[in-house]
């Protein structure tokens, strides 16, 4: 008797310092789950002058990324497509007075 009421003294001791550590580094995440069904990529084009990258999904979705200097990467804009549009390739162009859109 004296045996196991010790052991579970050492035992309870033991639990209750793990149980502290884990109170102070208890971290709670808050987890939403999203039906997102993912679109592959078709094309690609970068825009060296302004650093940024134009992604073509096989949803017709462009996305245009920016990367600024020193900075993190991040979606300036979305432009919506429209479901079976024959769209394959992408680039950037160069608009200026003298050559209009």
Known sequence: GCCVSSHEHL??????????RRKRSLTVHRCRFVDVVPNAVECVSFERGH???AVLRS?????????????????????AGVLDTPLRRIVFGLRSPSRPA
């Open 51 to 53: 650093a940024r990258l």
């Open 11 to 20: 035992v309870d001791a033991q639990m209750s310092a793990a149980t502290t």
């Open 59 to 79: 949803s017709a979705d462009i996305e245009v990324w920016s990367f600024p200097p020193g900075g993190t990467a991040y979606r300036e804009m979305l432009i």
